[in-house]
């Protein structure tokens, strides 16, 4: 039996191509990511100006370094990225109603425990040290919380910075706070500067709506500020050299703003949605969607240029070293590269398709941490150990490993182990037809023997065909 090796977290193959550049004459566009369907785009541009990205594709976070190879980073949706200093990317993503983090230490991702959250937003300060604010009914009254977690040590410590509530004042009189969508950042002194959207609805004698952005910070001793009422889709947040937060937010309307000692605000372009904002150098840009479309500004110090259409795409994210824009087009990550100079390299087409099996190895139903998995196809072997929830995966070469195969899974740790069998999926044929599917079983027990209880492993098979 040959043996090959396996990963717990493996670099997929990716197609680069090129398309036509539009309106920019120094503008330059490139695939990224040709699998689709993806989704939740967020980058992080380094100090050596490359680009972080973590992407979400059927529940896994995936993430890619400039036009390298994806890598796989854990079953999770709705990713966010920094990086540091250090330039070492820190992610946060949700899985099962928790906020989870994860770094890399020496190639390899490290997880961090989960706690109860949603819709998590990471910054790093200048000692590489993540904060993360997020959602959460912290005190399970039915309305959600903003909140903000900082790593202590080796756990994170958390803050309420905007209670969710109702309150009842009798005689049909009452106020609903709701809050959404938060973000963050952390300036040069390692201050935080948080926004996120909040609903008011107040009743006494008829009930009044309002939607606003909300801005709150630490800097100079602590702040808090409100822009006008607006309607939202997306808000975003940035923080310059010079420790001041600008904002974007607003729907069917784009507003740009700096919230600290006053709120000071610009109209942008009374036509977008879903904005996002990065300053670096002096330099602002804002990208933005309307009508299936694109869209960049940016203030060099004298006014924010014409907007202007950089491709075709929606939800676009931006980092400003040089100025990237990262949107979807097609269910495709495609990234622009908008300001003078070379763009980045391109990598060639890959001449294999990997076949990708995942899975999960659970004891009682709890994930297991370091069991060994071994799996097996076409008489050709991979192992690997599992993650910190029990999650592992193992990637053949297509030739070693076909759709339709049948694919072996054993699974040991002590005197523990399992096993179950799952087919390599084609993705003309699979329920969900984008070469992607899940095969979660249980395995039956096989009892007691000499006092060893028989470990349970689920598989996963994901194959992966390009078109």
């Given at each position: 039996?040959?043996?090959?090796?396996?990963?717990?977290?493996?670099?997929?193959?990716?197609?680069?191509?090129?398309?036509?550049?539009?309106?920019?004459?120094?503008?330059?566009?490139?695939?990224?990511?040709?699998?689709?369907?993806?989704?939740?785009?967020?980058?992080?541009?380094?100090?050596?100006?490359?680009?972080?990205?973590?992407?979400?594709?059927?529940?896994?976070?995936?993430?890619?370094?400039d036009n390298s190879v994806e890598e796989l980073v854990a079953k999770g949706v709705n990713p966010v990225i920094a990086v540091g200093p250090d330039n070492t990317p820190q992610v946060s993503f949700e899985k099962d109603d928790q906020i989870h983090y994860a770094h890399k230490v020496n190639g390899t991702w490290e997880f961090s425990d989960a706690f109860d959250g949603y819709k998590p937003d990471i910054a790093v300060d200048s000692n590489n040290?993540?904060?993360?604010?997020?959602?959460?009914?912290?005190?399970?009254?039915?309305?959600?919380?903003?909140?903000?977690?900082?790593?202590?040590?080796?756990?994170?410590?958390?803050?309420?910075?905007?209670?969710?509530?109702?309150?009842?004042?009798?005689?049909?009189?009452?106020?609903?706070?709701?809050?959404?969508?938060?973000?963050?950042?952390?300036?040069?002194?390692?201050?935080?500067?948080?926004?996120?959207?909040?609903?008011?609805?107040?009743?006494?004698?008829?009930?009044?709506?309002?939607?606003?952005?909300?801005?709150?910070?630490?800097?100079?001793?602590?702040?808090?500020?409100?822009?006008?009422?607006?309607?939202?889709?997306?808000?975003?947040?940035?923080?310059?050299?010079?420790?001041?937060?600008?904002?974007?937010?607003?729907?069917?309307?784009?507003?740009?703003?700096?919230?600290?000692?006053?709120?000071?605000?610009?109209?942008?372009?009374?036509?977008?949605?879903?904005?996002?904002?990065?300053?670096?150098?002096?330099?602002?840009?804002?990208?933005?969607?309307?009508?299936?479309?694109?869209?960049?500004?940016?203030?060099?110090?004298?006014?924010?240029?014409?907007?202007?259409?950089?491709?075709?795409?929606?939800?676009?994210?931006?980092?400003?070293?040089?100025?990237?824009?990262?949107?979807?087009?097609?269910?495709?990550?495609?990234?622009?590269?908008?300001?003078?100079?070379?763009?980045?390299?391109?990598?060639?087409?890959?001449?294999?398709?990997?076949?990708?099996?995942?899975?999960?190895?659970?004891?009682?139903?709890?994930?297991?941490?370091?069991?060994?998995?071994?799996?097996?196809?076409?008489?050709?072997?991979?192992?690997?150990?599992?993650?910190?929830?029990?999650?592992?995966?193992?990637?053949?070469?297509?030739?070693n490993c076909k759709f339709g195969d049948s694919v072996d899974v054993v699974a040991s740790k002590d005197s523990l182990n399992g096993h179950n069998t799952g087919e390599m999926c084609d993705s003309e044929s699979c329920e969900i037809p984008i070469g992607l599917i899940d095969i979660d079983v249980q395995i039956p027990e096989f009892g007691v023997i000499g006092g060893a209880l028989v470990l349970l492993a689920g598989i996963g098979i994901i194959?992966?065909?390009?078109?």
């Amino acid at each position: 039996m040959k043996k090959i090796l396996g990963f717990a977290f493996i670099a997929m193959f990716l197609m680069i191509g090129s398309v036509m550049a539009v309106s920019y004459s120094d503008l330059s566009v490139k695939k990224i990511v040709d699998t689709t369907i993806n989704s939740n785009i967020d980058i992080a541009v380094d100090s050596g100006d490359h680009v972080h990205r973590v992407y979400e594709r059927n529940n896994r976070v995936y993430y890619s370094l400039d036009n390298s190879v994806e890598e796989l980073v854990a079953k999770g949706v709705n990713p966010v990225i920094a990086v540091g200093p250090d330039n070492t990317p820190q992610v946060s993503f949700e899985k099962d109603d928790q906020i989870h983090y994860a770094h890399k230490v020496n190639g390899t991702w490290e997880f961090s425990d989960a706690f109860d959250g949603y819709k998590p937003d990471i910054a790093v300060d200048s000692n590489n040290k993540p904060s993360i604010v997020y959602m959460n009914d912290y005190y399970s009254d039915g309305y959600s919380d903003v909140v903000l977690a900082t790593l202590e040590g080796q756990n994170f410590s958390d803050t309420i910075l905007y209670d969710g509530a109702y309150y009842n004042f009798g005689g049909g009189s009452h106020v609903t706070n709701t809050f959404d969508n938060p973000r963050i950042k952390i300036d040069g002194n390692n201050n935080y500067h948080v926004i996120a959207y909040h609903f008011n609805r107040d009743c006494a004698g008829g009930c009044d709506n309002s939607e606003e952005t909300i801005y709150t910070s630490n800097a100079n001793g602590g702040q808090s500020a409100s822009g006008p009422v607006r309607s939202y889709t997306r808000n975003a947040l940035t923080v310059d050299s010079n420790n001041v937060a600008h904002l974007v937010y607003g729907d069917g309307s784009i507003f740009y703003a700096t919230p600290m000692n006053s709120w000071n605000e610009l109209l942008i372009t009374d036509k977008g949605s879903k904005s996002a904002v990065d300053t670096r150098d002096g330099i602002v840009g804002i990208t933005y969607t309307y009508d299936g479309n694109v869209y960049y500004t940016e203030d060099k110090g004298t006014g924010f240029s014409e907007p202007d259409i950089v491709d075709a795409g929606n939800n676009p994210v931006i980092g400003v070293g040089s100025a990237f824009i990262d949107y979807i087009q097609n269910d495709k990550v495609y990234e622009a590269y908008v300001t003078t100079g070379s763009s980045p390299s391109q990598d060639p087409q890959p001449t294999t398709t990997p076949s990708i099996v995942t899975g999960n190895v659970t004891y009682n139903g709890t994930g297991v941490e370091g069991a060994t998995v071994e799996v097996t196809c076409n008489n050709v072997s991979a192992s690997t150990t599992t993650d910190l929830f029990g999650d592992y995966i193992v990637v053949f070469t297509s030739d070693n490993c076909k759709f339709g195969d049948s694919v072996d899974v054993v699974a040991s740790k002590d005197s523990l182990n399992g096993h179950n069998t799952g087919e390599m999926c084609d993705s003309e044929s699979c329920e969900i037809p984008i070469g992607l599917i899940d095969i979660d079983v249980q395995i039956p027990e096989f009892g007691v023997i000499g006092g060893a209880l028989v470990l349970l492993a689920g598989i996963g098979i994901i194959a992966y065909r390009r078109k």
